[in-house]
Structure formats: C-alpha cells, structure tokens
C-alpha cells in the first residue's frame, strides 16, 4: 500500500505510533497497536531499509483522509527524509524473533548473550511495542536476572549508543537515589577536578524527585551539549556537570527507562545494568556508589543495601569498571535546602564558604569524593575524607567550579543571594515546643512537587530544623517557595493535611 504523508503538529513522546484512516487499516489487514513496515519509495540509498512502527487508527475522517498517513513531530526528528505529502510504501509486519525470547523469560527462563543483544536492538530499531517491552520489565521484575544477564544487558546497551573516550583514567559518582536535597554532586565533581582527576558528570533531570543534578546545575549553566564542546569542555577543566539526556549514548536504556517510568518499577535486573551502561559510555574506569539506605528508599535497611552493592561490584568488574559502594543514610534531606534553585543556591554558598556548612552536606559529599581521591591514588587508604575537606575549605574546589560554570557557558562571577526564587512563599512555624524526632522524606517530596518543582526551578522548600533540633513554639522550621500563588495553596493543603515532614517528640506514640 502506497501513502501519502500529512505531518501531524504535534508530540506525543513516542517515535513508534503512526495513524492511518481505518478504511485504509481494514485494507491492510491490520488492528491498532500492530507493526506495519514503512519506506519512503523514493529513497535510492541501499541502507535506507523499513522501518517498523506502530499503527493507530483513525475512525472519524478527521484526523487522516483515505490515502494518508499521520506522522508526528517525534517521528520526523529523526527521519529526515520524510516531509508533508511524500510517498510511503506500507506493509504489515511479523512480531520479531525477540519477542519469543521476552516470552522465554516471562516463563522464568534464562536468557543466552545473544537473545538479550537481539532484544535491545529490536527496541531500538522500533521492532519491538511499548507493550512488549513492558512485558520484557515486568518479566524481569519477576523473575530477576542473574549475574551473566545483567552483564550481557549492560554491554548490549552500552553497544546501542556513543561510547566516549575523555582518557585513560576517568572518575564518577552515581546515587541510587531516594534522599531530598542529594546536590552532592556539585561539591563533588569539584573536589575531585581540583586535584586532578577527570570526572565527566553526566546525570539525569529529576524522574521521581524535586531536583536532578542536572537541574540545578542549569540554574548556574547549560548543561546540554554535543560531544565536541563537551570533548572541549572536559579537555580544558577535566571535569563537567551535564545532563545526559543530549547525547547520544545507551538510547536503548532511555527506551527502557520510559516505559518503567509509568510502571513505577524499577527492578534491579534493569537498574544495575541502566547505571554502568550510562558510565561506559562515557569511557569511566572507576566509580563509587551512592547508596542511600532507609524508609522511602529502593533500600530500606543496611542488609539490603549490602546485598545489592556485592552484586553491583560484580557485575561492574565483569563489564572493565572498578567500583566502590557506599552504604549513606537516608533518614532526612542532604542540607536543608530542596528544589533546583535552592539546592545550587546551598551546594555555591558551600562552596565558597566551608564555615557555613551545612554538616550534612559536607559530610556526605567529602566522605564519597574521598572514596575517589582514594581510588584515583591522590590519598592513602582512610585519608580522602580529610583531603577532600582541605580542597574544600581551601577555596580550590570553589575556584575548579568557577571554572566548569564558565566553560559551560554560565556566570562564573554569579553570587548565591543572585539566584533567583520562587516569588510567592509560605513559612510554617512550630505550633509547640519540643525535640525533633524525625523529619519525613516522603511529605518533602510531595510538598516540593505541589509547589513546581523540578519543572519550576525557583520552587522548593527550605527545612530550618531537623531531626535531633530542640525547638521552641513559635521557631521558624519550614518555607515553602513557588513561582506560582495556585501551586503555593496546593503544597501549602499537602502540608497542612499530613502534620508536616517535621515531627516533634513527645508522650503521644501515635494519633489513630
């Protein structure tokens, strides 16, 4: 079948799903959600072959004519050749032999090197649906993977993309996650930089959480950039914060991620895989892990934090990376400030002043920098804590990121109190006396999302005591900020409706 293309103007996050009219579906035999093969009948080049989409079906006339074919605007970033009113031949196609190997392992069966190097590339070319891919998770949530899969996984991933070269020796810093307030990397990449080592920082913007660090670091710079600056980039400082999202690299695990995202799994299988593929791809040799333990958590206790660092180490060994884990609690945020804004705001203040602390932040952030310093023969084993701290109270760590925000593009002369917060705010105070005996993570959360965040980087929340703070009523212990009065009464209702994250010790065991 032969049809004519009608751009659809608009996105939809999906660069599989074409529309056809359903007169023309009934011509082809095909119901919505199948595969059909698509090429452009003009295309002369040998290596312009089908490509498998999905169909979706339009049964009102409206959208597609008899002789039409939908494309949307995902679809055309990355086929050039196809433009308004070309000519596509249309035929249906089989599911892919890696489907039966998805169905192998829902049937809790192992899976061969080459059945999972078959799997990726089919999710990458398109041959594989939404749907089957998230039967593929869902297996794996289930049934798990053993050590020879997750390093197989990990490879075929790595192998999908870009893999980059910035030197021999190359350092990283990754966190499982789970903990409000983590902007430890912008003290870290920093540290590390300033005594000599290369660290490439490539993160995530926020999935689950207020703030990524790639979104607080754009407060202060770009992040996004093409290899060849980035090459520049890590070339002249050894160093870089970006968001990872701009290259090229492990497409087929940002396939993967989307599709957990919805599901809310994350199953180790997968997660273990995710991280070192994002790390070889940026050529990294040594590595230390982030491992936040606690309620709220991927890790709720110590064990099982312990369980999962063992086998990370494995499987990083197996695929050429030296890792080390770190078991970090996770019972309250990392400083007391959560948000893009806020976090680059207190990460800076740090940075130029060690006296201001937060301990917390310190704390943390020189205890894993010191793991590297270690690991990158700068420091004698037990000692990188102790030079990481001196290259941060000696300025050398603020005077390497002056340099990295400048080279990204950003204002290296720019001041904490210069960055900008949301207008609209609203403080909470302490309605009676006592000591603080825990501080909830999770009600963070979901204040600091009602109020914009990570969309809106000046929104946050500031959390003035924490646990262990003796308080007296009245004591300031809680600000809300939001560039916007609507989003501002909905974090203000969540806080009001749940106590807030702030709970005071006292006789009363609990409120039923």
Known sequence: M????????????NKKDVIVNYNDSLELGQKAGERIRIKNIKSKSIEDKYWVAILEIDHSNSIVQPGEIGISLDILKEKKDIKEGVMLSIKPADPPESFMFIQKKIKANKLTGEEINKIINDAVSGALSRIEL???????????????EMTALTLAEARSGEIFNFGTDVFDKHSTGGVPGNKVSLIIVPIVAAAGLTIPKSSTRAITSPSGTADSMEVLAPVAFEYEKL?????KENACIIWGGALNTAPADNILIEIERPLHMDPIGLMIPSILTKKLSLGVKKLVLDIPCGPGTKFPTANNGKEFAYIFKEIAKNVGIE??????????????????????????TLLMDYSVGPNSLIEKSTDLAGILLEMGGKAQ???????AKEILRSGKAYEKMVKIIEAQGGNHDIQPHEIEIGPYEKEFHAIKAGHITEV??????????????????????????KQGARIKEG???????????TKLKRAEKIYNSTGGPIILGGMMIERI
């Open 2 to 13: 032969k049809l004519k293309v009608k751009v659809m103007n608009y996105e939809t996050g």
């Open 134 to 148: 998230a039967a593929f998770i869902t297996a794996v949530a289930i049934n798990g993977m053993d050590n020879d």
């Open 231 to 235: 090459k520049e980039i890590v070339s």
């Open 323 to 348: 890792a080390e884990c770190a078991l970090t609690l996770a019972h309250q945020p990392i400083g007391h400030a959560i948000g893009p804004a806020l976090e680059a705001r207190e990460a800076l």
């Open 381 to 387: 084993h037990g000692m990188g804590q102790t030079l």
């Open 440 to 465: 909830n993570n999770k009600i963070i959360n979901l204040i600091a999302k009602a109020a914009g965040c990570p969309h809106s980087k000046k929104s946050g929340v500031e959390i003035f005591k």
């Open 475 to 485: 004591d300031l212990i809680f600000k809300i900020y939001s560039d916007s009065q």
